[in-house]
């Protein structure tokens, strides 16, 4: 099970810092990510962090958005810096596949929205 928190509403321009648990087994085995649902959109791909610490970045939030997971409490963390209105969205805790952007599975989502 994948148990994401932290979304809620914020000014343009304000930071947010998203949580994810999971259990040892899952987050020792995997590469851990988050993804993301805005309304009437397609999916789109936020980051990932592998389980050795290397990351890859979505273009849209590169330079934005940083993730790090915790190896000792088994969470991931996305801090989210200077957002935008366009970064609304459902955001899901995923576990992916390797060296891919695909998630092979995902937790309930938890809404970030970014308005003044």
């Known amino acids: 099970q994948l148990q994401a928190s932290g979304g809620g509403l914020v000014q343009p321009g304000e930071s947010l810092t998203l949580s994810c648990a999971a259990s040892?087994?899952?987050?020792?085995?995997?590469?851990m990510g988050w993804y993301r649902q805005a309304p009437g959109k397609q999916r789109e791909f936020v980051a990932t962090i592998a389980r050795g610490g290397s990351t890859n970045i979505g273009d849209s939030v590169k330079g934005r958005f940083t993730i790090s997971r915790d190896n000792a409490k088994n969470t991931v963390s996305l801090q989210m810096n200077s957002l935008k209105p366009e970064d609304t969205a459902a955001y899901y805790c995923?576990?992916?596949?390797?060296?891919?952007?695909?998630?092979?599975?995902w937790g309930q989502g938890t809404l970030v929205t970014v308005s003044s």
């Open positions: 040892r087994s899952v987050f020792n085995s995997n590469t």
């Open positions: 995923s576990v992916f596949w390797s060296y891919s952007t695909v998630p092979r599975y």
